[in-house]
């Protein structure tokens, strides 16, 4: 992955915090991997697993290997020491809070919500939980078979199965190409040493970041966490993963023939990676294309062909690249003239890029959905694991607002041209009818 000094992975109490910032009544300190946000009366607290960092992770895994042994060490995670007696979820329950998880491309995280009175019992059940599982192997013969059943729903879903098959034919051997879940095959195979091998060695305060908002100082946080054993665990060194560089596959067209009563079309190629702060302008394209009613292709598609009820454009944007793209779901029918319309639309738009209008209300559009997602704690909270999990320094919510703001006619079109040409897009249709003919 990126080659940038790493800052220390261990929270040090008497240290110095590396970085400040404030911006209205929210304020972030982070002190090497905690960090933490004060304003509500709630408080939330996250521990996110650098995937970026580990060896045997979905960015390091072979093909054949992928299972997801990730996902299935955050689903068995029971804590050991502290709650031997209950599940963890039931610890917060019990005073009113909650427990949740879940596996991305390129990180793990374990979340607790509770009231600020119990930050504490937080921050217990998340350090046993990460640190100390259970890892029972009755548990994973049951496991594997939930996680068997999920991927059976997504195979039962077109329009989740459409993103993993194009995600296959895009990214090719590369690991972004694979399913987050695993294969029936892969999930089948693993066992209960292959997870414990896997948190012996990727599961150490240098490879996590904790993060806490709501009503919690930063002063108390970091003593939350020395009371709770955080401070005393111990540092298990930290190895770079083998990863080929995340190079796309060259643009093509697949149809995978399926019973239904639609097909499902996917257009997309790479974007930029979270480090380039085109991504604001970048988004800003995908809203005016395809983020809304007033969008170009809800327009034209939904309203004016009356073609499809969901249409709509997408992007993630990763360490080390991203990604973008357009879905729709047509009847079988219509699929060839939806997918022709879309190209018509990413024509038009690596042509002659946004009209002034476009770029004045994507503005607005972004700043006031940036603003709003900042009214949920669990989205500053987030916000705030950005820092760290990208390296990147805090920006108050002023200074996002002021980059969108200075987003101008130039880098649009020139992103428009780079990005948007129909012919770099990587397109694969799901259903009874492809989306191109011939």
């Known amino acids: 992955m990126r080659g940038r000094p790493q800052v220390a992975r261990h929270v040090d109490h008497n240290a110095q915090a590396s970085t400040v910032a404030s911006a209205g009544s929210v304020k972030i300190e982070r002190m090497f991997s905690a960090v933490s946000m004060s304003d509500t009366s709630t408080a939330a607290l996250l521990t996110i697993l650098r995937r970026k960092l580990v060896p045997a992770t979905q960015l390091a895994e072979a093909a054949e290997d992928h299972g997801n042994p990730v996902e299935l060490l955050q689903r068995l995670a029971e804590p050991d020491e502290l709650f031997p007696a209950e599940p963890a979820a039931m610890a917060l329950e019990s005073v009113g809070g909650s ?74 051997d590369h690991p972004y190409g694979y399913s987050i879940l695993g294969t029936r095959e892969s999930v089948s195979a693993l066992t209960e040493k292959d997870l414990r091998a896997l948190h012996d060695r990727a599961y150490h305060p240098e490879n996590v970041v904790v993060v806490a908002t709501g009503n919690v100082e930063h002063e108390e946080f970091i003593a939350t966490l020395e009371r709770t054993g955080w401070s005393a665990l111990k540092n298990g060194g930290t190895t770079r993963p083998a990863c080929a560089d995340a190079v796309p596959m060259p643009p093509t067209f697949q ?17 930029l ?36 009820y969901s249409v709509y454009s997408f ?82 919510l002023d200074e996002v607002l002021r980059l969108i703001e200075e987003i101008d006619a130039r880098t649009v ?15 694969l249709s799901l259903g009874p009818r492809p989306a191109f003919e011939g």
């Open 315 to 396: 992007q993630s944007f990763h360490a080390e690249t991203g990604t973008h793209g357009v879905y729709v779901g047509t009847a079988p029918e219509t699929a060839a003239k939806a997918a022709e319309a879309i190209r018509e639309e990413l024509g038009l738009l690596a042509e002659k890029s946004l009209t002034e209008e476009e770029l004045t209300a994507g503005k607005n559009q972004l700043k006031g959905q940036i603003t709003l997602a900042l009214e949920s704690v669990t989205s500053r909270m987030y916000r705030a694991a950005g820092v760290e999990l990208y390296d990147e320094e805090f920006r108050s």
């Open 99 to 172: 427990l949740d998880a879940y596996t991305a491309r390129e990180h793990t995280s374990y979340q607790a919500r509770v009231l600020d009175e119990h930050l504490e019992i937080g921050a217990e059940v998340l350090n046993d939980l990460v640190f100390r599982p259970l890892l029972r192997g009755t548990d994973l013969k049951l496991e594997k078979k939930v996680v068997l059943e999920e991927i059976n729903t997504v195979d039962d879903t077109p329009d989740d199965l459409v993103f993993e098959l194009h995600n296959a034919q895009m990214w090719g």
């Open 255 to 271: 149809h995978f023939p399926r019973e239904g009563a639609q097909t499902h079309i996917v257009f997309g190629g790479p974007a």
């Open 273 to 308: 990676p979270h480090s380039d702060e085109r991504r604001y302008a970048m988004s800003l394209i995908g809203m005016a294309m395809g983020g809304g009613m007033s969008s170009r292709l809800f327009q034209r598609i939904r309203e004016e062909l009356g073609l499809a």
């Open 413 to 427: 079109a020139a992103l428009c041209s780079e990005y948007f040409d129909p012919s770099k897009q990587t397109v």
